[in-house]
T-cell receptor, first 115, second 109 residues
Framework: EAGVTQFPSHSVIEKGQTVTLRCDPI?????LYWYRRVMGKEIKFLLH????????ESGMPNNRFLAERTGGTYSTLKVQPAELEDSGVYFC?????????????FGSGTQLSVL | EDQVTQSPEALRLQEGESSSLNCSYT??????LFWYRQDPGKGPEFLFT???AGEEKEKERLKATLTKKESFLHITAPKPEDSATYLC??????????FGKGTSLLVTP
């Protein structure tokens, strides 16, 4: 069974440009999460989808970030325009339920560098 | 505000040298405490979930315990393949995990 896949694995862009990150969850997983780790900091929650609906987007830093999950399958996270502080590793995770203790399956992340 | 503090930040062990990693937490309404392992260039990989004080879980050379204020990850007779970053995370009400910064473990032969 394929795991959570993320594209691209690395992205280097200039300040002011737009970048779109993609996440393909494990097939059949209705719950999809985005997390981010900025250098030297802990992994932080960004948002949570249940199917195509945003369940919780309290962790989104500002309106330059837009997440979508069309059809409840893959998800994209767009940053427009990118700023220097957006650099970090963006992780996607999925789970089959929201039962407490349900383990999350993480992708390998997208390393975003904004220059 | 919820807080998760892991110590030490880094730990170097000789193969076979047992030790413990600490995760101290402050959270309102803890619903679960999670341990994850992360290898370089990979995402976190689930290890354990603990729900209440006094609970213990084991997997191979790893044993996780939980009190009302902290959790320990005990590593017995570690091997070089146990080298990784170990992450602790708490789940307050809601669905967002709060992670600590992790402990980077290196086990040398």
């Amino acid at each position: 069974e394929a795991g959570v896949t993320q594209f691209p694995s690395h992205s280097v862009i200039e300040k002011g440009q737009t970048v779109t990150l993609r996440c393909d969850p494990i097939s059949g997983h209705d719950n999809l999460y985005w997390y981010r780790r900025v250098m030297g900091k802990e992994i932080k929650f960004l948002l949570h989808f249940v199917k195509e609906s945003k369940q919780d987007e309290s962790g989104m830093p500002n309106n330059r970030f837009l997440a979508e999950r069309t059809g409840g399958t893959y998800s994209t996270l767009k940053v427009q325009p990118a700023e220097l502080e957006d650099s970090g590793v963006y992780f996607c995770a999925s789970s089959s339920s929201i039962r407490v203790g349900e383990k999350l399956f993480f992708g390998s992340g997208t390393q975003l560098s904004v220059l | 505000e919820d807080q998760v503090t892991q110590s030490p930040e880094a730990l170097r062990l000789q193969e076979g040298e047992s030790s413990s990693l600490n995760c101290s937490y402050t959270v309102s309404g803890l619903r679960g405490l999670f341990w994850y392992r992360q290898d370089p260039g990979k995402g976190p990989e689930f290890l354990f979930t603990l729900y209440s004080a006094g609970e213990e879980k084991e997997k191979e050379r790893l044993k996780a315990t939980l009190t009302k204020k902290e959790s320990f990850l005990h590593i017995t007779a570690p091997k070089p393949e146990d080298s990784a970053t170990y992450l602790c995370a708490v789940l307050p009400p809601g669905y967002a995990l709060n992670f600590g910064k992790g402990t980077s473990l290196l086990v040398t032969p």
